[in-house]
């Protein structure tokens, strides 16, 4: 008898998440019949409560905006990088039935910008300081970066990374929001805002070519952001490549299988498509 296990992302909202098409696609060509993988709105608030109730046909859970807080405090235990960070977008359900939680976004934006050629000792501004921002910081750290800039629309939110940056072992300064365009000549800059938040500024920055621009963002794409950085000559990386680095290892941590990368790329590749 096929035995059913069971994962999901989280989040809200979560309706426009392309997580199914990559793990089903995945379950599909490891052969892992009776795994499934579905959208579960999901507010930050409702979050404990959620994975509380959930079986033990449950394997694990990714977790989007703006749970990754919640996630790494409904957890039984943590990696390093999650505790570090302070913000967990993977949980897995061990044998015992406890919950570990993990950050694969960390690895997932260390492999995504090397592959965009970002160098170690790299200056770095993130936009943004919420649960993706504090990943950002992480992968920062891992590149060696020399200097990270925070901009917020908030200064009590880059008060709240200031453990995280000393945690991690970064030299970080915070900016405030309207300040935004003229921050963005660092060598790698990462927008973890939420949709149009960062829209406005497209018409005000002046990029400089050699900046590689990550936006988080993968609905709808491109950004006007990562438009205006491409039409001045900047490599851009959008959030489709850390979505599908972040869920090979979130499928790895769920199934204890080898995730089948070009099966799973080549899905969300045709999805984007339609």
Request: hydrophobic share 50%; proline share 6%; charged share 20%.
């Amino acid at each position: 008898m096929t035995v059913r296990r069971r994962a999901a992302v989280l989040g809200k909202p979560i309706t426009h998440s392309l997580s199914p098409v990559i793990h089903n696609a995945g379950y599909a060509a490891a052969g892992l019949a009776g795994w499934s993988y579905t959208r579960i709105e999901c507010a930050e608030s409702e979050l404990p409560g959620l994975v509380a109730g959930l079986g033990p046909e449950w394997a694990g859970l990714s977790v989007t905006m703006p749970g990754k807080e919640a996630a790494l405090a409904v957890a039984d235990t943590a990696s390093p990088v999650a505790v570090a960070v302070g913000a967990a977008n993977t949980l897995v359900r061990r044998p015992d039935g406890a919950w570990y939680a993990d950050n694969t976004d960390v690895t997932g934006m260390v492999e995504v910008l090397a592959g965009a050629g970002v160098r170690r000792g790299a200056t770095v501004t993130v936009l943004g300081a919420g649960g993706t921002a504090r990943a950002a910081l992480a992968a920062a750290a891992r590149l060696d970066a020399r200097e990270v800039t925070v901009v917020a629309r908030r200064a009590a939110a880059v008060d709240e990374l200031r453990p995280v940056a000393d945690a991690l072992g970064i030299p970080m300064v915070g900016a405030a929001w309207v300040d935004a365009a003229a921050r963005l000549d660092a060598d790698v800059v990462l927008s973890t805002v939420p949709k149009g938040v960062a829209d406005p500024l497209a018409a005000t920055v002046a990029w400089r070519p050699r900046t590689v621009f990550f936006d988080a963002l993968y609905d709808p794409w491109p950004t006007p952001l990562a438009a205006a950085a491409a039409a001045s000559g900047c490599r851009v990386v959008s959030g489709l490549e850390l979505l599908l680095a972040q869920a090979i290892g979130q499928f790895e941590q769920f199934t204890g299988v080898s995730a089948p990368r070009e099966a799973m790329a080549a899905a969300l590749a045709d999805a984007r498509r339609q």
